[in-house]
């Protein structure tokens, strides 16, 4: 029996330089791990979850390097603020806030980078309705984990839960993952003519 295989659309990235060496890899892995930092000490203080632009930046970051790299950019992220750096909201870090109650969104944000790289990967940036798609599925994923996870870390019900961590962000997350796909389809536009 035959095996149909995809192959996979190139990613953002790879269309302005090649990555075939690790140190190219590592540098865009790095770079990825400052836009992160930088997104998530944009931040307006909240509790237990604190509203951001870092959820912007992941779905981003996994659509400009596909779903491996930019899975790796998240957790080298993570590594980085589990050091003791501070890249998390509000100029957190250490291995603490990778149990605080925002932690399940962290560890949500390593798949949803996954997914973003994913639908890069086949082409679904490149089209505002598939981008779109896309995009929401990819970013409803870190609310599955943030969500989960805050239910287990205050012992609480699930729906209290998503009124506590999910509710209060819809708005201006269905903002995020329109701008998102937004920014991906102009910047595939602007990259077509040149």
């Not at 836009?35 to 970051?61: D, E, G, K, M, R």
Request: some cysteine.
């Amino acid at each position: 029996m035959k095996q149909h295989t995809i192959t996979p659309y190139p990613t953002l990235v790879t269309t302005l330089i090649t990555l075939t060496t690790w140190q190219r890899k590592l540098l865009a892995t790095s770079i990825a791990t400052c836009i992160l930092a930088c997104a998530a000490n944009i931040s307006i203080p909240a509790y237990p979850v604190p509203f951001t632009l870092q959820s912007l930046a992941v779905l981003l970051v996994g659509a400009f390097l596909g779903r491996r790299l930019g899975a790796l950019a998240l957790l080298q992220y993570l590594a980085v603020g589990a050091i003791g750096l501070p890249v998390f909201a509000n100029g957190s870090g250490g291995i603490m806030a990778l149990a605080s109650p925002s932690a399940g969104y962290l560890y949500g944000y390593v798949v949803s980078a996954y997914f973003s790289g994913l639908a890069s990967e086949r082409g679904y940036d490149r089209k505002l309705l598939s981008g779109l798609l896309a995009f929401a599925f990819a970013h409803q994923i870190l609310f599955v984990f943030g969500v989960l996870y805050l239910a287990v870390y205050f012992n609480i019900s699930l729906m209290a839960a998503i009124k506590v961590g999910y509710l209060p962000f819809v708005g201006l997350d269905l903002l995020k993952f329109v701008l998102a796909t937004v920014i991906m389809f102009m910047l595939w536009r602007y990259r077509a003519k040149y």
